[in-house]
């Protein structure tokens, strides 16, 4: 009789709190000659309900990273299991969906899209799903009340401040409720106040369970995260949790 007892089999979803695993990742950009190391052999796991920094200098591989995590491309060797489902298995068609529906992606330059509302900017998401109309424009007005812009919906992104776009692009992010927000420099374009409120919506979004992945040059930014990853040249050199997270206005919030 054959014994299936001791073969290691990976746990199910729900039978771990992992969201994110990478496993050897590696990532070349192939420009003909010239072979690009993006990522070198990365081995990382991110925890549901994780607040994460991704810091480096220019060129170290944190939006190589992003990019990846976010199913926007794709290794070049390694894996990335991604709730459990190995992200090199699926089609295009399977990753555009895991797109749309486990990932918020914000980026620094905001990219909304030009003289549409923020209130259609942020139900756009939502008309790949099957909600109705209606409830898409409700649940798109809660979202904009959410980030604190319930008066701005009808306003065209160029009517809007830094922080303001910024907002929106978070309400967006939220619309089908992912599991996971990625985003790569949010508050690059945007003073220290506006950072502050952006990084302290975040924090919110951590306390209700939601997995927050930031990338930040600065320490005050990364210092709102319970959880710093540094890069150099592709490769993680260190990986450090951040017991006393900061509040906006200075304050912090020790567990
Ligand atoms: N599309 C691409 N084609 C070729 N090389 C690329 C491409 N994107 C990134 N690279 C290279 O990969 C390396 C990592 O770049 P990446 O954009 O991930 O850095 P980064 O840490 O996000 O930098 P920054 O802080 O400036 O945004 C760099 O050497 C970069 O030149
Ligand atoms: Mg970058």
Not at 87 to 101: D, I, K, Q
Not at 102 to 113: A, D, E, M, P, T
């Amino acid at each position: 009789m054959k014994r299936f007892g001791a073969l290691k089999k990976r746990p199910e979803p729900w039978e771990t709190d992992e969201l994110i695993r990478l496993e050897n990742l590696v990532k070349i950009y192939d420009m003909g000659a010239l072979k690009v190391l993006g990522l070198k052999q990365i081995n990382l796991t991110i925890r549901r309900g994780e607040f994460v920094a991704v810091m480096g200098q220019s060129g170290s591989g944190k939006s190589t990273l992003m990019n990846i995590l976010g199913c926007l491309d794709r290794p070049t060797s390694g894996h990335y299991y991604l709730d459990g489902a190995d992200t090199g298995e699926m089609t295009a068609g399977e990753l555009s969906a895991v797109r749309n529906r486990k990932i918020g992606f914000v980026f620094q330059s905001f990219n909304l899209i030009p003289r549409t509302s923020a209130l259609k900017n942020v139900e756009l998401p939502m008309t790949y799903g099957r909600r109705p109309k209606k409830e898409r424009r409700e649940r798109a007005m809660e979202l904009l009340a959410r980030v604190g812009l319930e008066t701005r919906w009808s306003h065209m992104p160029n009517e809007l401040s830094g922080g303001q776009r910024q907002r929106v692009a978070i309400a967006r992010a939220l619309a089908n409720e992912p599991p996971l927000i990625l985003a790569d420099e949010p508050t690059g374009n945007l003073d220290t106040a506006a950072s502050e409120e952006i990084m302290e919506l975040f924090s919110g979004l951590h306390d209700e369970g939601v997995t927050v992945v930031v990338v930040t040059h600065e320490e005050e930014i990364a210092a709102f995260t319970g959880r710093i990853i540094r890069f150099r040249d592709g490769e993680i050199i260190s990986d450090e949790t951040n017991p006393c997270p900061r509040r906006k206005g200075g304050g912090e919030r020790c567990c």
